[in-house]
């Protein structure tokens, strides 16, 4: 293959390089700017390490600037040709590609077989409950969650693990108008007919005779055993999401190393052109 031949495949793989790296840039971008909009609308302060992960618009934004870095990276080394620019664009695919396979690894281990690697999400998601009323964004997705997933707390206790937020707790002590309640996305509601966003009040208070009938009020079962099932019903329909970001990645894992190469190779025929020319 002649120089001039090297220098036209290296230049296409360049700016295929460039334009997918652009793309992802842009979206960078625009995620820091969503989530920074969100938080700042927001003004919830950090006041935990669990806030970090269960804040969306946190989430968003780390995410948002993780992407930045790493298309500035493959952008700027592919279009100054800066091998070691690329080298660490390479790396830090590569890095995601494990992180990512790891992460998909454990999940089919836990959900799939008898494996008991200690790894549960319920501390987290019972520090979601606690938070609740702390955060508006995350009230909305724990919302989200119960109504669509049609459940009521973590675990095994369901609707009685919102006990834990200091608001629904049904102690005495506590002098907040939704005491012994759970919030009203636990409520069982028929097509048509209007929220009523105190049906959940009460429900958790055991001297109330309303305590009989809570299965047909409310979602008793805790929200982990549906989640649980949900992604055993939906791993296939999961796992396409999963294997179109993977794809990408490994496209440009392919690209930035046969530029790499290519550029190697045009500097040693440049230095051999000027080695003859002397």
Partial sequence: MTTSCRRNTTVMIKYMLFSMNFTYWVLGVAMVAMGLYVYVDNMQPVRHVFHVIL???????????????????????????????????????????????????????????????????????????????????????????????????????????????????????NKSPERCAVPFSCCKFTTGELVNLMCGYDITNTSSKAQEDVKDKIYTEGCFLKIEEHLKNNAILLGIPAFTIIVPLVCGIMLATRLIARIHTLTKDEEMYEGILR
């Avoid at 995350?138 to 006990?163: I, M």
């Fill in 55 to 173: 804040d969306p618009s946190i989430a968003m934004m780390l995410v948002g600037t993780a992407v930045f870095f790493t298309a500035t990276s493959g952008c700027v080394g592919a279009l100054r040709e800066n091998t070691c620019l690329l080298k660490t664009y390479v790396i830090t695919l590569v890095l995601l590609v494990v992180v990512l396979v790891s992460i998909g690894t454990l999940v089919v281990l836990v959900m799939y077989t008898d494996i008991n690697l200690n790894i549960s999400p319920e501390p987290l998601l019972r520090h979601a409950l606690v938070m609740y009323r702390e955060d508006s964004e995350l009230e909305h997705l724990v919302n989200y969650v119960q109504s669509s997933l049609q459940c009521c707390g973590v675990g095994l206790a369901g609707y009685r693990d919102w006990s834990i937020n200091p608001y629904f707790n049904c102690s005495w002590a």
